[in-house]
Each structure stands twice: as structure tokens, then as C-alpha cells.
Nanobody, 123 residues
Framework: QVQLVESGGGLVQAGGSLRLSCVAS????????MGWFRQAPGKEREFVAG????????YYADSVKGRFTISRDNAKKWVYLQMNSLKPEDTAVYYC????????????????WGQGTQVTVSS
């Protein structure tokens, strides 16, 4: 069994920062990539950021480029999302995800999901 657990969400004022963390545990597996997605009420889940484990290459949604940074600790199977200059439109439940194969960077490319952590940005 693979488990992903997110932490670090909360309430922050516009312009502030948060750092999300996610750890993978349980059944051992080879990580191909890990990423972050978010889902606002009434909206579809959308890609935020991803990182390929082997070389650390990163990918970002246009809406967060220059503000968010994804990083990982490959030995510990941790992934982080540093979020700066937060905007009210960033408000959503943020989900950590992992993939053990190359299924693409979008939502369908991930195999394992965390339960999510709420991020609320006040105006």
C-alpha cells in the first residue's frame, strides 16, 4: 500500500507564503514523478507543478510560474511546494500525487494521491 500525506496548508493573506509538504510511505515503489494538483469548489482538478525524480526537472502551470517552486528529497520521498505571492484565486484543496511510470504530466499520469490540504488565501 502506498500512502501520500500532505501538510502545510492553512489560511494566509494575499501576498503571503505557504510551504506544502508531502511524504510517500508504505509499499516501496520507484518514483517516476511527483506533483501537486489543486481543486477549487465546483472546479475540475488542475495541474499545478510536477517534478521528475531522476533528474529533478520541473514543470509548472502558467498560472503559478514565478511564484511557486516544487522540490524533492529523492532519498526520503518527500516533495515540497513553496508558494509565494499567493492570490485569492490560489484558494483550493491541494493534492500531492505520485507516479511509478511515465503516464504524462497531467492528472491521468499519476497513480497515487494524498487526501489533500486546504489552502485559503484571503483578499
Amino acid at each position: 500500500q502506498v500512502q501520500l500525506v500532505e501538510s502545510g496548508g492553512g489560511l494566509v493573506q494575499a501576498g503571503g507564503s505557504l510551504r506544502l509538504s508531502c511524504v510517500a510511505s508504505g509499499r516501496t515503489f520507484i518514483i517516476y514523478q511527483m506533483g501537486w494538483f489543486r481543486q477549487a469548489p465546483g472546479k475540475e482538478r488542475e495541474f499545478v507543478a510536477g517534478i521528475r525524480w531522476s533528474f529533478g526537472s520541473t514543470y509548472y502551470a502558467d498560472s503559478v510560474k514565478g511564484r511557486f517552486t516544487i522540490s524533492r528529497d529523492n532519498a526520503k520521498k518527500w516533495v515540497y511546494l513553496q508558494m509565494n505571492s499567493l492570490k485569492p484565486e490560489d484558494t483550493a484543496v491541494y493534492y500531492c500525487a505520485a507516479a511509478d511510470n511515465d503516464g504524462g504530466y497531467g492528472i491521468r499520469g499519476y497513480d497515487y494521491w494524498g487526501q489533500g490540504t486546504q489552502v485559503t488565501v484571503s483578499s
